[in-house]
């Protein structure tokens, strides 16, 4: 419960910044996605049902706020939740530099996939001019996902949640009893 309390609160602040940052920018390009670095950390870092739910529900409040089509965002953000859980299962170390990563192309997927969806996948071939903004919201996003992170790990300890999952020597995510 703590868990979806404390990624309640950063959605809703994340998307308020999201929505107020498109009202002072004239150029999107230049607001971070923070929807994909939280689930980008869900994905990582918390595994189970609980967390899935989560990067639906928050995919489903971008929608609720800013989506012309309702469902896409929850879609594309579920899917974003998944490959990070799966490259967190694959890997020993899920890192900062890693989740940077995972975030700059996750950014990317989701604004592709979501062009794809909405307009049919013959549209992708006409996103030439919005691929270098896209890039741009990717690399900025990317940047600040390592000081997000630490936020979020920061916030984690102070609520008593653990700050990410726990392997065992095989990569066997173990559960910690707090």
Known sequence: MRL???????????LAFESAGARIFSFRSLIPNLIIIFAVDLGLRHHGVVPAILAFTMGYATDAIAGSHPGLNAFMT???????YE????????NAGVGATVVFFGVIATALGTVAIANGFGALSSTGPM????????FI???IAPFIFSILAVTKRLTGLPAGATRDGH????RVEL
Not at 87 to 94: D, F, G, K
């Open 141 to 143: 996003t990317a940047i």
């Open 78 to 84: 579920t899917m974003v939740f998944l490959v990070s």
């Open 131 to 138: 691929l270098p903004g896209l890039a741009l919201q990717a």
């Open 87 to 94: 490259i967190s299962t694959r890997l020993m170390v899920a």
């Open 171 to 174: 990569g066997r995510e173990r």
């Open 4 to 14: 979806f309390l404390l990624f309640a609160v950063f959605v809703v602040l994340g």
